[in-house]
Nanobody, 119 residues
Framework: QVQLVESGGGLVQAGGSLRLSCAASGSIFSLNCMAWYRQAPGKQRELVAAITSGGSTNYADSVKGRFTISRDNAKNTVYLQMNSLKPEDTAVYYC?????????????WGQGTQVTVSS
């Protein structure tokens, strides 16, 4: 039973940057898949980025080249660096984890952090 807490959300101008953090209550070393999802008003939750314990990453086409997911196992933390933000990036961003493969649904969810990008 891992608990995830997101932070770093807020209001930013289009073109700006934001870094989200996801702190786990325990070690994430054994959590092979760590991921970020987002959900905008009226839309389904979607995968933004995922990273495995081996460092393999996967990104949604809409964020590729702008967002970077990383993990620091020593700090039990996963990050999402968001650059060149667009208004369409506005959503609640959720951290997620799963012990083995990256598949739906994740085993654990954070409560989410709001990201609002203004034009």
């Amino acid at each position: 039973q891992v608990q995830l807490v997101e932070s770093g959300g807020g209001l930013v101008q289009a073109g700006g940057s934001l870094r989200l953090s996801c702190a786990a209550s325990g070690s994430i070393f054994s959590l092979n898949c760590m991921a970020w999802y987002r959900q905008a008003p009226g839309k389904q939750r979607e995968l933004v980025a995922a990273i495995t314990s081996g460092g393999s990453t996967n990104y949604a086409d809409s964020v590729k080249g702008r967002f970077t997911i990383s993990r620091d196992n020593a700090k039990n933390t996963v990050y999402l660096q968001m650059n060149s933000l667009k208004p369409e990036d506005t959503a609640v961003y959720y951290c997620a984890a799963k012990p083995i493969i990256c598949s739906w649904p994740p085993s654990s969810w954070g409560q989410g952090t709001q990201v609002t990008v203004s034009s």
